[in-house]
């Protein structure tokens, strides 16, 4: 299994141009979900999926479109970049249900926008 | 609203010393679930374990252990005898969902072991 993977690894984006993310999972999970992650504030949740075809805006949501079409993939699409959004991106995917929902995570993505 | 609070932004050890690190959380609910994540120097985010809110049984696993404590909303995570490739930032986390959703992480705790 490659678990969860992401890609670009690394990522530059001037101010206005838009992106997208991407993230899949072989774990055959339900869960999916986008945090970001900035110095000191430990991981925020972006926005989150339950299933395909569902989605659900989480803590920062703000400035993000998701959507989910099939149950491996969970795309992060940045419309407009802004320089706030210059961040470590983390997608993570889990089981749903008590007791086995402990989220696993792709590698990330390093965003910075000039 | 649930929160973690990580007290300790930056821990430095000399190696085989024992460290704590502390998770303070808050919460509503009577069922949730806590996390403990660990990120080293690589950056990619290490499940360490979860623990429901009815099983305050300690729990041991090698040189860490975790001692949960309802009475006083804790979660602590100690490493006993620890070593350089503990260093990492570790992050505590909750969830109040029954399906697992919306987990919310603390800021981290940086721990440095020094040789």
């Known amino acids: 299994n490659a678990g969860v993977t992401q890609t670009p690894k690394f990522q530059v984006l001037k101010t206005g141009q838009s992106m997208t993310l991407q993230c899949a999972q072989d774990m055959n999970h339900e869960y999916m979900s986008w945090y970001r992650q900035d110095p000191g504030m430990g991981l925020r949740l972006i926005h989150y999926s339950v299933g395909a075809g569902i989605t659900d805006q989480g803590e920062v949501p703000n400035g993000y479109n998701v959507s989910r079409s099939t149950t491996e993939d969970f795309p992060l699409r940045l419309l407009s970049a802004a320089p706030s959004q210059t961040s470590v991106y983390f997608c993570?995917?889990?089981?749903?249900?008590?007791?086995?929902?402990?989220?696993?995570f792709g590698p990330g993505t390093r965003l910075t926008v000039t | 609203a649930q929160k973690v609070t990580q007290a300790q932004t930056e821990i430095s050890v000399v190696e085989k010393e024992d460290v704590t690190l502390d998770c303070v959380y808050e919460t509503r609910d009577t069922t949730y679930y806590l996390f403990w994540y660990k990120q080293p120097p690589s950056g990619e985010l290490v499940f360490l374990i979860r623990r429901n809110s009815f099983d305050e049984q300690n729990e041991i696993s090698g040189r860490y252990s975790w001692n949960f404590q309802k009475s006083t909303s804790s979660f602590n995570f100690t490493i006993t005898a620890s070593q350089v490739v503990d260093s990492a930032v570790y992050f505590c986390a909750l969830s109040e969902d029954y399906y697992g959703q919306n987990f919310v992480f603390g800021p981290g705790t940086r721990l440095s072991v020094l040789p």
């Open positions: 993570a995917s889990s089981y749903r249900g008590p007791g086995r929902h402990e989220q696993y």
